[in-house]
């Protein structure tokens, strides 16, 4: 027996001796004790001066808080309707999950949307359906510039990088695409052995942290970048210059994630928050962007590079396409972000307020290209909130070639959306570096998910399309989407937006357009 232990019991031994031990086992005494807590937790909440609730209501006051700390969950799960959420609606979260575990996504009884409140959408059906093709049709990456041309599928794994997502995540996210053959956008995080691993085909990101192809300073590593880039599995390179939930601001990775492996794929100091800055050290106008994509085109053998962005200004972009024509040269894909993405952390007020949602930049995107006589040798992929076949219709028919998605993804690996991504609490694995977490989440089971989630979404879409009487993507066109913009008034996509005919910006540009274009500079981003 420990010494410890012998102390221990020579008190019980007093304490039996003088009477004192019957005296605490007794009911008395633990009811007392009851009595007593709420009674000294009250005199706390008088004397602390941090909460006014408390101080005029103590004890019963403390009730506002614990309903203010589960209002989330009683939200999402008892109060909000089928069709009513955000970020995503129950509807959509069930037709995900529904198709990741490869049962039907089937509804009776109509639909719970009221069709006639203005905003609502519809696809335009045709009165001689075609047949759905056995085969998906694929997107071929690759200008005149590039000599390792890729084949995108229409649906890919958009940006989340290693870190902010957990290894298990990443596994089954890219051994998903290993299987069904799409491609993994690794986010700005590194290209981690996590990604190589299963041997998905991965389109690498490059942030403004240059995190994998890093030098000591924070800049740009031309040796190291060739060296990854080469990596078979590695299909294309992306240069982000925003994404949607904070435009215009770097990401942000918290210290408690940081562990000792990112650390290393990342190039950063371990248990230290990670901030990537808001702007890129190696260009500062349009003309030195478009120069440094061709650099990254050549440095990875001629793979496919491109760059993604949230738009802000029409003008800044039109400038960068001034760029493309007078260097000869342009990326192989731009992928526009919306305003309403992010997977990640952001301030309320980026994510609320700055940037433009995805409709309006990809229209933007699309339409400059098209004026400025690029677009046969650009393709565009569309980022943000596409979780259902009818979503990647959307998308495809307002000018995309291709889409990826982010959060539809985390779902089929198990999010449920509690929005703890920044926590290090992801309740499912999911975003957390907490190993006790991380291993709830299968990295088997969720891969298959994965998989099947964007085959099953594809396949949705292209029904979508045979529907509406076309067999591929690009004999969609704008009037086929209808829009309620008041409770009697219909309007179609090219009725409520204006589309540029080819080349029209470098012949007579529009009246609408004349301005911006005329403004726009090659050698400055101006607003």
Avoid at 71 to 90: A, K, S
Avoid at 146 to 165: E, I, K, R
Wanted: net charge positive.
């Amino acid at each position: 027996m420990t010494r410890i232990g012998l102390v221990g019991l020579s008190v019980l031994a007093a304490l039996a001796a003088t009477g004192a031990a019957a005296w605490i086992s007794s009911w008395w005494w633990i009811a007392g004790v009851l009595f007593a807590l709420p009674g000294l937790l009250g005199i706390w909440d008088l004397a602390q001066r941090r909460h006014s609730v408390l101080r005029n209501y103590p004890v019963i006051g403390h009730a506002r808080f614990l309903m203010e700390s589960i209002r989330p969950e009683l939200q999402q799960y008892f109060v909000e309707r089928n069709f009513d959420g955000r970020p995503f609606d129950r509807d959509v979260r069930s037709i995900v999950y529904e198709r990741a575990k490869g049962t039907d996504a089937e509804e009776p009884y109509g639909t719970e949307r009221d069709v006639y409140r203005p905003g609502h959408e519809f696809l335009v059906p045709s009165m001689a359906p075609c047949a759905v093709p056995r085969t998906p049709p694929r997107v071929r990456i690759g200008g005149p510039d590039c000599t390792q041309p890729y084949d995108m599928a229409l649906l890919n794994v958009s940006a989340m990088s290693f870190g902010s997502l957990s290894a298990n995540a990443v596994l089954a996210l890219n051994a998903g695409a290993a299987g069904g053959h799409f491609a993994h956008d690794t986010g700005e995080g590194g290209l981690s052995e996590y990604h190589l691993r299963p041997g998905g085909d991965l389109v690498w990101e490059i942030g403004t942290g240059y995190f994998g192809c890093r030098t000591e300073n924070g800049g740009f590593d031309a040796a190291k970048f060739a060296d990854k880039a080469a990596h078979a599995h590695v299909k294309c390179v992306s240069l982000k210059l925003s994404q949607g939930a904070k435009p215009g601001i770097g990401g942000v990775l918290p210290g408690t994630k940081v562990n000792a492996e990112i650390a290393r794929v990342r190039g950063v100091p371990q248990g230290r928050t990670v901030v990537s800055p808001p702007y890129h050290r190696v260009f500062s106008t349009p003309r030195e962007l478009v120069r440094f994509v061709a650099r990254m085109r050549e440095l990875s053998g001629g793979k496919p590079t491109g760059f993604k962005l949230c738009l802000g200004s029409r003008r800044q972009f039109l400038a960068v396409c001034k760029a493309m024509l007078e260097e000869g040269t342009a990326p192989d894909f731009i992928i526009v972000d919306g305003a309403e993405g992010g997977t990640g952390a952001a301030p309320l007020e980026f994510a609320d307020h700055v940037g433009a949602p995805l409709t309006d930049g990809l229209l933007t995107v699309h339409n400059a290209l098209v004026g400025a006589g690029l677009r046969n040798r650009i393709k565009v992929g569309a980022s943000g909130k596409i979780a259902t076949g009818a979503d990647l219709v959307k998308r495809l028919l307002q000018g995309a070639d291709y889409g990826n998605s982010a959060r539809a993804m985390m779902f089929a690996v198990g999010c449920i959306q509690a929005q703890r991504c920044h926590t290090n609490t992801c309740p499912t694995g999911v975003a957390t570096q907490d190993p006790r977490r991380a291993r709830a989440l299968d990295v088997g089971d969720k891969s298959a998910r994965v998989q099947r989630l964007q085959a099953a979404t594809v396949d949705s879409a292209l029904q979508i399309m045979a529907s509406m009487g076309v067999t591929a993507p690009d004999q969609l066109r704008p009037h086929m989407l209808r829009r309620r913009i008041a409770p009697y008034t219909l309007r179609s996509l090219d009725e409520m937006y204006e589309y540029l005919a080819p080349g029209q910006l470098l012949a007579e540009p529009p009246s609408s357009w004349a301005a911006d274009w005329e403004a726009a500079d090659p050698d400055q981003f101006t607003v």
